[in-house]
């Protein structure tokens, strides 16, 4: 079943206006319209909106990777057509400023970006010249990049999560081929092991963990974009498929909200795309929501949470209409009604 509202359920406070969220997704940079942008939206997923928090006086960056860390967020690597990124820039969601961090050691455009014990990690991506093996960690409190041991694959266009102390890296392209491999990184031991392949060779991939397995989702298999998703067991190094987007896509941005898994823009084979869906494991299904307003794909996701100033990032609560929960009221009014509870009382 697909519905267009299906986390305002059970979720209202008592006036009818959904309450704050506890994390706003954030949609950072892209390609659009064919140039690189510098958009950022913000998500609402207690009014299911999307709000536009801009910065024009940023560089546009597109196939980068964003981490929200210490309360910041961190745009790492990309490319703007002109230039492959190895720079890093912090943005301050409190203050709304943005400064330079200590750049990677390699450019990296289709970069692989998570956070693991306090730390920024990156690997993979394309260099202007070869797809790459190295990646490196970001220490914020010395300002510094590390390398650490390379992959065992060349990855660009991978995505990565990290999940029980290990960063888990799916897919990507080598140069030659798209990816069907997987491996993950244990920082005790500084080694990368492969896993079980997928079930699907997946570039432009969205790799996230969400109830206690990895998931991986759409991608390009070589042939066309994909809609399936498969969901990796660490327990028994095998992957299951579930339930595939209502959409295809590629170089998408990805992220857990709120106990769901949302999907944002990428390109769909034939064009960018504003369209956004969530996927909840305890129903196996993927609902449409409020699309984007500036279509991109190549953008980068993450999700801040923890800010005294969460109520700059979200719809204004006495400006939300009322009627989704009226509607629920209506409803619940109308099944007292029909049960016949309400001549009870
Ligand atoms: C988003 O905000 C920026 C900065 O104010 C503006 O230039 C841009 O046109 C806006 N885009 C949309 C789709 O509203
Ligand atoms: C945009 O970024 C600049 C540079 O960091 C900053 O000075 C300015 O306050 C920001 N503007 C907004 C509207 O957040």
Request: glycine content about 10%; hydrophobic content about 35%; aromatic content about 12%.
């Amino acid at each position: 079943m697909v519905t267009n509202k299906p986390h305002l359920a059970g979720k209202r406070n008592t006036v009818g206006r959904p309450r704050l969220p506890t994390g706003i997704l954030l949609a950072i940079g892209g390609w659009s319209g064919g140039n690189p942008t510098n958009g950022i939206e913000a998500y609402d997923v207690r009014a299911d909106c999307w709000i536009n928090i801009t910065n024009n006086t940023e560089r546009p960056r597109a196939y980068h990777g964003t981490a929200f860390l210490n309360g910041y967020v961190y745009c790492i690597g990309g490319f703007d057509r002109l230039e492959h990124f190895s720079n890093v820039r912090r943005f301050d969601p409190i203050s709304g400023n943005w400064h330079e961090v200590a750049p990677m050691y390699y450019q990296r455009c289709y970069v692989s970006v998570t956070v693991l014990n306090g730390c920024i990690y990156a690997m993979g991506g394309y260099d202007g010249h070869m797809r790459l093996s190295t990646a490196e960690y970001y220490r914020p409190e010395i300002n510094q990049w590390s390398l650490i041991a390379p992959m065992h694959e060349q990855r660009s266009d991978a995505s990565c999560t990290s999940l029980n102390n290990k960063i888990y890296i799916c897919g990507g392209f080598n140069g030659h081929d798209c990816l069907q491999t997987a491996e993950y990184y244990s920082p005790e031991t500084n080694q990368w092991t492969m896993i079980t392949p997928m079930n699907s060779r997946r570039s432009g991939i969205g790799v996230m963990a969400y109830a206690g397995h990895v998931y991986a989702v759409g991608g390009f298999d070589g042939n066309s974009r994909l809609s399936s998703a498969e969901a990796y067991n660490p327990d028994t190094n095998l992957w299951t498929n579930v339930a595939s987007m209502i959409t295809t896509r590629s170089n998408f941005g990805i992220e857990v909200v709120e106990d769901r898994l949302f999907v944002v823009g990428g390109f769909n084979g034939f064009t960018t795309s504003y369209a956004v869906e969530c996927y909840d494991t305890t129903t196996n299904e993927w609902f449409m929501v409020c699309g984007i307003r500036i279509f991109r794909s190549a953008l980068s996701c993450c999700v801040i949470s923890g800010l005294p100033n969460m109520a700059d990032y979200v719809v204004p609560r006495d400006t939300l209409p009322q009627l989704p929960a009226l509607e629920e009221e209506e409803e619940e009014e109308q099944n007292e009604m029909e049960s016949g509870d309400s001549l009870n009382e």
